[in-house]
């Protein structure tokens, strides 16, 4: 007998209802949950976000090591907790969606891909050592419609998610069995015209602020 394994996400049918929001569930599958969200961020968020974000990138690291590498060729950054009342409300919004409090939450972050950038093939949560507090799902906002490329690509699934603006993908990956967390390794595939802006939020296991 398979007993399907809980998820953490609350839905009432296609619907998640956040402190502000009513956001749509447009896309998904089951095991590992994935879900292909709408109406995560406006359009004037998704542009303030921006905005707030260009003048303080950086090349991105890696991992636990924090190490520049050709994995990973994007720009990014990090918002302080709460940092202002956008910061704030977009906290509260997405720790709803993902059905953990938001203490839990690790700093919102802004990535930037120019054309040709890409992060290649990788896990979220951490693969390597005894890690006590690992991360256990991802949310990825997407901030700009991209002409061609940037698609979020799942290759153990054969599945992937074209950047929408304003939209998102939901992910975990807390599973009692360790194949099915294992189907969540993901790409930001290369950006092949045009450029992508994205808001990514991790949650751990357990407080993390």
């Given amino acids: 007998m398979i007993i399907k394994e809980q998820?953490?996400?609350d839905s009432l049918g296609n619907k998640i209802i956040t402190t502000d929001k009513e956001i749509r569930i447009v896309g998904r599958i089951d095991e590992p949950l994935i879900m292909i969200l709408e109406n995560v961020l406006s359009f004037a968020e998704c542009e303030a976000l921006i905005d707030l974000a260009i003048d303080r990138l950086q090349r991105?690291?890696?991992?636990?090591s924090h190490l520049v590498s050709d994995i990973r060729t994007n720009s990014s950054m990090f918002f302080e907790e709460s940092e202002?009342?956008?910061?704030h409300k977009i906290e509260a919004r997405v720790s709803g969606l993902m059905n953990i409090p938001v203490s839990h939450a690790e700093p919102l972050q802004i990535l930037h891909y120019k054309t040709g950038d890409q992060y290649q093939s990788h896990f979220d949560y951490f693969t390597s050592g005894n890690?006590?507090?690992n991360r256990i799902s991802t949310l990825v906002m997407y901030l700009n419609d991209v002409e061609e490329g940037g698609e979020t690509h799942f290759p153990s699934l054969h599945f992937s998610v074209t950047p929408k603006k304003g939209s998102a993908v939901y992910f975990e990956y807390f599973y009692n069995d360790i194949r099915l967390n294992a189907l969540t390794l993901h790409a930001g595939n290369p950006v092949v015209v045009g450029e992508k802006w994205v808001a990514s939020l991790w949650m751990r296991k357990q407080r993390y602020r």
Avoid at 60 to 64: E, F, M, P
Avoid at 84 to 87: K, Q
């Fill in 7 to 9: 998820t953490i996400v």
């Fill in 60 to 64: 991105a690291k890696i991992g636990k």
């Fill in 84 to 87: 202002n009342d956008l910061i």
């Fill in 131 to 133: 890690v006590i507090n």
